[in-house]
């Protein structure tokens, strides 16, 4: 994953900073993803595309199951509990904008860069 993640970082011209922020991005959300479904249910699929209309990077995730969204699952208002879920913060300041969509019984999550 973080060797063709840095691939397609030298394919678009990429910094290293940028492809740092996509390898921990979606190392985070897959761990996030992984912790949500039993074991025998982890069916993960990941898609990193580049707009150079607007120099964005964009990566989306699709894993069926139950309706799982992380922005809003971790959102308890308790301070204490943000260290025990440090992958969503990481993921809310690097990423310029993130989603969930659950459909059809799979979920999406979007994040742009």
């Given at each position: 994953?973080?060797g063709g993640?840095?691939n397609f970082?030298?394919?678009?011209?990429?910094s290293?900073?940028?492809c740092?922020?996509?390898q921990?991005?979606?190392e985070e959300?897959?761990?996030?993803?992984?912790?949500s479904?039993?074991e025998?249910?982890?069916?993960?699929?990941?898609?990193?595309?580049?707009s150079?209309?607007?120099?964005?990077s964009?990566l989306?995730f699709?894993s069926?199951?139950?309706?799982?969204?992380?922005f809003e699952?971790?959102?308890?208002g308790?301070?204490?509990?943000?260290?025990?879920?440090?992958?969503l913060?990481?993921?809310?300041?690097?990423?310029?904008?993130?989603s969930?969509c659950?459909?059809?019984g799979?979920?999406?999550?979007?994040?742009?860069?």
């Open positions: 994953l973080q993640i840095q970082a030298i394919k678009y011209g990429l290293e900073n940028e740092y922020r996509l921990i991005c979606a959300m897959i761990c996030m993803l992984v912790d479904v039993q025998d249910q982890i069916d993960i699929s990941m898609n990193l595309s580049f150079e209309v607007d120099q964005t964009e989306s699709q069926p199951g139950a309706s799982f969204n992380p699952q971790f959102n308890s308790d301070e204490s509990a943000v260290y025990d879920h440090l992958g913060l990481i993921i809310k300041y690097k990423a310029k904008q993130y969930h659950y459909e059809n799979m979920n999406t999550i979007i994040l742009k860069m």
